[in-house]
T-cell receptor
C-alpha cells in the first residue's frame, strides 16, 4: 500500500524560510516528486529526487533520505505568490510512471 | 513547451447525463496519459492510466464502465463520466507523459464537474 504523510497547513512570513516534510511508507519506491498547486489550477513540477541528498533549484530545494522514507521541500525568501498547496508524490516501482500523492500542505505567506 | 489542455474547464450537468472531458497534449506526443480526481482539500487520486491504442487500466475501486476512457491518438485522451451523479462532482485533472521522457509528466489545468 501507499502511505504518504505531510502536514496539512503551514504559515510563514514573507522573506522567511519554510520546510515542508513528507514521510512515506510505500510498497516500493522509484523517486519522489514535489509539485506546487494553486487553488483550482493544475499542479506544476518543482523537483524530482531519486537519490539521497539535496537538490537545489533557486529558492526551492528538495531533500531525500530513502533509508528513512523522508523528504522535505525547502522554500527560501518566501514571496506572497508562494502561497499554494505543495504536494509530495511517490513514483511507484513498476514501469508505468504512476504517482501516489500525499494530501498536500497548504502554505500561507503573510506580509 | 509541454503544454496540456483540458476541455471544458468547467461543466454543470444534470444527474443521469453523461459528460465528456478532453485532454490534449498541445506540443508533444504523449505515450501515456493519466486521469486523476481531486475532491476539495484532498489530494489527487489516480483513477486510470491511458495508453494510446490500448485499453485503459483502472485503479482499484474505480468503475471502468462508469468512467470510460478513450486514447484515440498520441495527443488526445477523453474521459466520459456516464450517468453522472452528484457524488461524481469533483475536479478532474489529466497528465501526459511525453514520448521518450524518463519521468516527467505534465498536468492539464483541470475540469470542474458539478452534477446537480
Amino acid at each position: 500500500g501507499q502511505n504518504i504523510d505531510q502536514p496539512t497547513e503551514m504559515t510563514a512570513t514573507e522573506g522567511a524560510i519554510v520546510q515542508i516534510n513528507c514521510t512515506y511508507q510505500t510498497s516500493g519506491f522509484n523517486g519522489l516528486f514535489w509539485y506546487q498547486q494553486h487553488a483550482g489550477e493544475a499542479p506544476t513540477f518543482l523537483s524530482y529526487n531519486v537519490l539521497d541528498g539535496l537538490e537545489e533549484k533557486g529558492r526551492f530545494s528538495s531533500f531525500l533520505s530513502r533509508s528513512k522514507g523522508y523528504s522535505y521541500l525547502l522554500l527560501k525568501e518566501l514571496q506572497m505568490k508562494d502561497s499554494a498547496s505543495y504536494l509530495c508524490a511517490v513514483r511507484r516501482p513498476s514501469n508505468d510512471y504512476k504517482l501516489s500523492f500525499g494530501a498536500g500542505t497548504t502554505v500561507t505567506v503573510r506580509a | 513547451g509541454a503544454v496540456v489542455s483540458q476541455h471544458p474547464s468547467w461543466v454543470i450537468c444534470k444527474s443521469g447525463t453523461s459528460v465528456k472531458i478532453e485532454c490534449r497534449s498541445l506540443d508533444f506526443q504523449a505515450t501515456t496519459m493519466f486521469w486523476y480526481r481531486q475532491f476539495p482539500k484532498q489530494s489527487l487520486m489516480l483513477m486510470a492510466t491511458s495508453n494510446e491504442g490500448s485499453k485503459a487500466t483502472y485503479e482499484q475501486g474505480v468503475e471502468k464502465d462508469k468512467f470510460l476512457i478513450n486514447h484515440a491518438s498520441l495527443t488526445l485522451s477523453t474521459l466520459t463520466v456516464t450517468s453522472a451523479h452528484p457524488e461524481d462532482s469533483s475536479f478532474y485533472i489529466c497528465s501526459a507523459r511525453p514520448l521518450g521522457e524518463s519521468y516527467e509528466q505534465y498536468f492539464g489545468p483541470g475540469t470542474r464537474l458539478t452534477v446537480t
